[in-house]
């Protein structure tokens, strides 16, 4: 009888994780509050909007949405949600015309941490290359390349752009990844000077609230 209730407890609590994994999942899946297809789709405001643009730290399914933080700083303004869990700068080149059908006029970009990611290991770098089907192999010179054009095609159309540096990867800014995290911020910074884009220093303000409490030595 003991067996059969402890049996009983394994189903229901394998049950109970698998519907918390699958609810998690759903939602970090799921579309960005305000996100450009609704944006199209709806009709279109006075004033040209902002769009911001990026991954999933931009989405804002699985972390904060702050986006919508600053829909509601600056309630004048329409913010687009751009943001594609799991895109490298490539995926964001290929989207562009999107956001550019928006027609915003200003664009704000922070996207890179899955590039970084991607060229830390050769495995990480074909597996990248592989499952997204990039034309050549992520490493940090492709990166600034691609980021170059999106800059462009976006002042192009018309749009001031902003580029965000890349927030640190994890707390312990020693770790041989955040050294790649600052190489890839000065790619960043040498495609603002570049392109006249301006340059908005998250990974300086993140270090410093980190360095405030502490915590620069925490779990890599």
């Avoid at 964001?92 to 991607?118: E, F, K, Y």
Wanted: proline fraction near 6%; charge should be neutral.
């Amino acid at each position: 009888m003991r067996a059969r209730r402890l049996a009983w407890a394994a189903t229901a609590m394998a049950a109970g994780i698998g519907g918390v994994l699958a609810y998690t999942v759903a939602r970090v899946q799921g579309r960005a509050q305000g996100d450009v297809e609704d944006f199209l789709a709806s009709a279109p405001p006075q004033e040209r909007p902002v769009v911001v643009a990026g991954a999933s730290i931009v989405r804002g399914r699985a972390s904060v949405d702050f986006v919508q933080m600053l829909r509601e700083r600056f309630p004048s303004r329409t913010c687009v949600n751009a943001g594609v869990n799991g895109n490298v700068v490539w995926e964001l080149l290929q989207r562009t015309d999107r956001i550019i059908a928006c027609r915003p006029s200003q664009v704000v970009i922070l996207i890179g941490t899955n590039d970084v990611q991607a060229s830390l290991t050769p495995d990480a770098t074909r597996s990248t290359r592989e499952s997204k089907r990039l034309p050549e192999d992520p490493s940090l010179g492709w990166y600034a390349a691609c980021l170059r054009d999106t800059v462009v095609r976006l002042q192009g159309a018309g749009a001031s752009v902003a580029l965000c540096s890349l927030p640190p990867i994890g707390q312990d800014l020693a770790a041989p990844v955040n050294a790649v995290v600052r190489e890839a911020n000065s790619a960043i910074h040498e495609v603002c000077i570049e392109t006249g884009a301006a340059y908005l220093p998250c990974y300086d303000g993140l270090t410093d609230l980190l360095s405030c409490h502490g915590a620069t030595a925490g779990p890599g």
